[in-house]
């Protein structure tokens, strides 16, 4: 038995003994390892294939303004290292510290349409690394950005943008580095119930390859594309139907009575304001692009038809005051015929005297007699009555013409710009690659 006891313990000294995580790690990677992570794997060889994909946390803030977009992602590296491959150790993979980063190599890769990004420190570095049997690393990091979307407004807000990502190597070259997306299904994941306020973020995503040239040498270069689709909803309660209720309200001045002026004007110089101040409201969170948009044609034509309205009074107006005009001029010819008269007559009683040499007719003016009737006071009363009816009943077919040009002509204006940029644009826009 004691004999037995003492094999058992020879046999256990003469067997290797398991090394620990510490040992094994500085094996791999530390000073005594000759690991240098300075050199790139297969240096002097092959390139370095890296293959990419991104988890998308969070999609929004789509400024118009600024034209960009922020988002919260996790993005996930991969590729090979032949010189982490391990055999000594029995786990297939080992989760490591983020510290251990400083002693790999990592790409240098970055978002060449970034404006500004942060990493996450919350209640630690927001980072993975993981290293498997066969030396593939998978390094994985939480990044918030703010990035570049050159957007195309002609259609706002009825329009598709399409907002793009990019992610290039910085110091590599494709002699050294290339970037590949993983499989198509998988190169970019959406989280679940992810929403934005304005926007439908459609489940087609355009991935593709945009290397770059420089005088540097020639870059790897991968880009997905977000199709975001604008909700018109915030637009069309915000924006169209009140200034689709100001051009009505413009109409209600047809009804009221040509001789309310103050009434009138007060109301066409109101919906006039009102349309001005929501216009300046609905250009007040737009950049100031050189084109037109779907929105400044609407804005510009009802601001047009609460201005004619106002300018259709001013018509009316004119209109029912002509009768004065003209009994004014009535007057003053009957004016001048009564002093044309009184000279005849003057002209008749000295040469009835013997006098008539003494007068000498002026500017070719005839010298014979005559008899003049001036029109009687009530025939002028009378003459003017039926040109004031006359003309108050033109200034009142204006009205009644007005209210049913003015609806008629805005509801075609609605048909078209309707049927213009949601039915026609927006199946151009779809139809776009």
Not at 22 to 44: C, E, H, Q, V, W
Request: one cysteine or more; a neutral charge.
């Amino acid at each position: 038995l004691v004999s037995g006891r003492e094999e058992i313990k020879a046999a256990s000294r003469s067997s290797p003994q398991p090394m620990s995580p510490s040992d094994f790690l500085d094996k791999l990677m530390g000073r005594t390892s000759g690991y240098d992570a300075r050199i790139r794997p297969n240096f002097k060889g092959p390139p370095v294939n890296v293959t990419c994909n991104i988890f998308i946390n969070s999609f929004g803030s789509v400024t118009e303004t600024t034209m960009d977009y922020r988002v919260n992602v996790f993005l996930r590296q991969q590729w090979n290292d032949p010189r982490l491959a391990y055999r000594e150790y029995p786990d297939d993979s080992l989760d490591l510290d983020p510290s251990m980063l400083d002693s790999i190599w990592k790409p240098d890769l970055f978002f060449a349409n970034e404006k500004g990004a942060n990493f996450h420190e919350v209640t630690t570095d927001n980072k993975l690394l993981r290293i498997f049997k066969n030396g593939n690393v998978l390094y994985s990091i939480r990044l918030t950005l703010i990035l570049s979307c050159p957007m195309d407004l002609k259609n706002f807000p009825m329009d598709i943008q399409t907002c793009t990502m990019q992610l290039e190597s910085f110091g590599y070259t494709m002699n050294d580095l290339i970037f590949e997306w993983l499989e198509e299904q998988e190169a970019v994941q959406v989280a679940e119930g992810l929403t934005l306020p304005q926007f439908i973020l459609r489940d087609e995503k355009d991935l593709g390859y945009c290397t770059k040239y420089y005088n540097t040498g020639k870059f790897t270069c991968i880009e997905v594309k977000f199709h975001l689709e604008r909700q018109m909803g915030y637009y069309l309660i915000q924006m169209y139907i009140p200034s689709l209720l100001i051009v009505i309200l413009s109409w209600v001045s047809f009804w009221i009575n040509m001789d309310a002026a103050p009434a009138r004007v007060g109301l066409g110089i109101t919906t006039v304001l009102t349309m001005t101040t929501q216009s300046a409201g609905s250009r007040a969170s737009l950049p100031k692009v050189s084109y037109v948009k779907a929105i400044d044609i609407w804005m510009a034509v009802c601001l047009l038809f609460v201005f004619a309205a106002l300018l259709e009074y001013a018509a009316v107006n004119f209109v029912s005051r002509q009768h004065k005009e003209f009994i004014r001029l009535r007057r003053r010819q009957r004016r001048q015929r009564m002093e044309e008269e009184l000279v005849r007559e003057s002209h008749f009683y000295l040469r009835g005297y013997g006098l008539g040499h003494c007068l000498q007719p002026k500017d070719g003016a005839g010298g014979g007699p005559g008899i003049y009737s001036p029109t009687p006071a009530s025939m002028l009363l009378r003459e003017g009555e039926s040109l004031h009816r006359c003309y108050i009943d033109r200034a009142k077919r204006i009205d009644t013409i007005s209210r049913a040009v003015f609806p008629f002509t805005f509801l075609v204006f609605n048909i078209f710009y309707w049927v213009v940029y949601k039915v026609l644009r927006s199946e151009d826009i779809h139809s776009l690659p």
